[in-house]
């Protein structure tokens, strides 16, 4: 079938069965692909585009060198005038360390440079371009100001070490969700990661993990599930009095890897009122196809670290090295990128790669098992996501494209691209008020 004409008949049907209305079924027609480029266009700019998972490494918040510059990061504000991401949600991570008090210690200085560089950049750097928000309010507030919106995750609870108070800290420096684990067990939470070996440290959530969660109530800090294992998630999903989130995760279905959600980890989502944003991370959503296109490509990496005097190493044992020299071993790897593109591009027999038709199957899959209104975006831009398609921000209308090309609405790609999420939040803070008033 020629892709460039679309039986808006089957689009129709499809966004019916999504929303469970036949009566949107009122006519068939034919869309060219520049029809489909023209109502994407449009609609692009009429919602508020949101990425709930951007990592970033200080280095790129100095005076010298930042997010004012097209550096050669995925995300960064010429990139994002250039696709159309309004609100990128910078992430507080921290790797997994020793359980003591000299990890936690220097888990939570890394974590506060990260926020020190994003409060940075949103108040000294560039506030004529960006601008922190801690609510859907401000954020919508900013967005139609014609700023760019930047928000805080936390990847892994690891840095609050055993002093719960430190929720309560970072949540006034602008945190709003974070998850309790990393690819290792912490101190509050088993990692999904102990499906590899069937290890666990808590069997689920530890006593103060269980602690936290109760205190994120509290605080108003979205509870995100996308790391943890599907023991602490149950176990999150009973003590909580608010909905949750996964900020970077698909669907196990579709591509069976313990960082995506299965078919009941979906419906607890469901019940809990929460939302699953779909990550654009290539072996979270087609092992097989990226492991082919992988193979190759990896193959041109090694040369081009070679030539660089860069030692190659895979993700696992990249994020193993300590700070200083995982973050050193990133940027290299990120100077390398561009080079690898071009090589590519001169290739003819290379595997399809994991693109963003693949990563919208996804998003039609959660849609199809949880309802539309418990699905949102995400690009884990910066910590190893990207696709064709939507390799950085630069990108991010592509993925517009592709919904409207499969019948989704205007209304739906909002809620898909924000609307969702800061249901969510807005539930969260809620509850944390009436809490409050306890």
Request: charged share 25%; glycine share 6%; proline share 3%.
């Amino acid at each position: 079938m020629n892709k460039s004409i679309i039986l808006v008949a089957i689009l129709l049907l499809s966004i019916a069965c999504k929303e469970g209305t036949p009566e949107q079924i009122e006519t068939t027609t034919v869309m060219t692909e520049a029809e489909i480029l023209a109502k994407a266009k449009e609609i692009h700019k009429n919602v508020m585009t949101l990425d709930t998972h951007c990592d970033i490494n200080v280095k790129n918040f100095t005076d010298s060198i930042n997010y004012t510059q097209k550096l050669t990061s995925q995300v960064n504000l010429p990139k994002m005038q250039e696709g159309g991401l309004d609100v990128p949600w910078f992430i507080v991570y921290t790797g997994q360390d020793s359980l003591n008090a000299d990890g936690y210690k220097a888990a939570y200085e890394n974590a506060m440079l990260k926020f020190d560089a994003i409060h940075k950049l949103c108040e000294d750097i560039a506030p004529d371009q960006i601008q922190l928000a801690t609510t859907s309010e401000e954020a919508r507030r900013i967005w139609k100001s014609g700023k760019k919106v930047a928000m805080i995750g936390i990847e892994n609870g690891y840095p609050i070490g055993e002093d719960i108070s430190n929720v309560e800290k970072f949540y006034n420096l602008g945190g709003r969700y974070m998850s309790l684990a990393h690819n290792g067990h912490s101190q509050l939470s088993d990692s999904n990661t102990g499906e590899e070996d069937d290890v666990w440290l808590h069997n689920g959530l530890s006593d103060l993990g269980k602690q936290v969660v109760v205190e994120m109530n509290r605080v108003g800090m979205m509870i995100d599930v996308s790391h943890p294992s599907k023991e602490a998630m149950r176990q999150m999903i009973a003590l909580t009095k608010a909905p949750l989130i996964a900020s970077h995760s698909s669907a196990r279905a579709l591509c069976d890897h313990s960082r995506n959600l299965d078919d009941e980890q979906l419906q607890w989502m469901k019940e809990n009122g929460g939302v699953v944003q779909t990550v654009a991370f290539k072996s979270y959503l087609n092992t097989k196809k990226n492991e082919a296109r992988q193979a190759k490509e990896t193959e041109v990496l090694k040369v081009i670290a070679d030539s660089m005097g860069v030692q190659w190493m895979d993700r696992r044992a990249a994020f193993a090295l300590p700070t200083e020299e995982r973050e050193a071993y990133f940027e290299a790897y990120m100077k390398m990128l561009p080079i690898q593109k071009q090589k590519l591009a001169t290739m003819t027999d290379l595997p399809p790669a994991v693109d963003v038709s693949d990563f919208v199957d996804h998003i039609d899959y959660l849609v199809e098992k949880m309802g539309l209104e418990h699905v949102g975006i995400s690009s884990d831009f910066d910590g190893g996501g990207g696709i064709e398609g939507w390799e950085d921000a630069s990108e991010t209308m592509n993925v517009t494209i592709e919904l409207v090309r499969r019948g989704y609405t205007e209304e739906q790609i909002e809620k898909l691209w924000s609307g969702n999420l800061f249901r969510v939040l807005d539930e969260v803070q809620v509850v944390a008020k009436e809490i409050q008033k306890v």
